[in-house]
């Protein structure tokens, strides 16, 4: 697979012309995993994804497709001079197998912080009630998890789900509509401050500005997310809900990072990929 050099923002450089050390991902405490599309990535025929490494977290938490028709396909230059991982809207996913103590694996009442830069290859067919799975956690026999995605109209979406089956959940979407052909920078995170992951906690910014946010049925019961849990990217897991867009990167914390950290962070990732920040 191709390799890209990273780019040092100029603001990582003291006065006197002596550089300081490059700001990395790992910098922000609790990181979990960051997935890169300019490294890490295999992709030995056709340019087909097997392997999506987790290079940051110090923990190897990769995505892995064993599929060839579901593996996504490296693209040149989608994110300036960087790649893009296009997952072509049907049948294209990464995942991660079971997830079990210290991994990606949440309670309704714990903090997370999730990032996702993404270029959506087509415009929104509401009336089709397209929707995305950008990253997320479901149960294959009992589904409960945490999910970021687009909705039907093609808005960002953060929720929180007990189970299908009783229909608790919790959903927030914010008021960004995502078009074909740009390119967003997607936060989404839940603080947990006031217990079970209600509707209050949970927040989205695109491209560093905050979203206006619409609950859908706040409220969650006490129930953990199960931790044998598949962790899918691209598609849940039973291959509903894939994404038609090109990734740059999946980030994702077990704690929030302060206003400063998201700073650096979207800076960072703004000169690599050329997201701009509406902040």
Known sequence: SKRFNRIIHSSNRRRGGAAAAAFTPSDIDGLLQFLESDTGVTAPTDDKVTVW?????????????????????????????????LFDGDNDRLDRANESSGGINFNYDDPFYVIVGIQMASDFDATAGAVGELAGQFGTSNPAGWVVRYDAAGKPFIGLQASYGAGTYTWVHGDTVLAASTKYLIEFWNTAATGQGDASNLDIAVNGAAESLTTVNDGLSTNSIVSTNPYNIGERHDGAHA?????????????????????????YLNDKYGFTDDA
Do not use: H, K, M, W
């Open 243 to 267: 994404v038609d867009g090109y990734y740059a990167c999946v980030g994702i914390y077990g704690s929030v990072p302060n206003t400063d950290e998201r700073i650096s962070l979207r800076s």
């Open 53 to 85: 490494a987790d290079e940051q977290s110090g923990d190897d938490r990769d995505v892995t497709q064993t599929s060839d028709a579901s593996r996504p396909v490296e693209t040149a230059s989608i994110f300036d001079t960087n790649p893009g991982l």
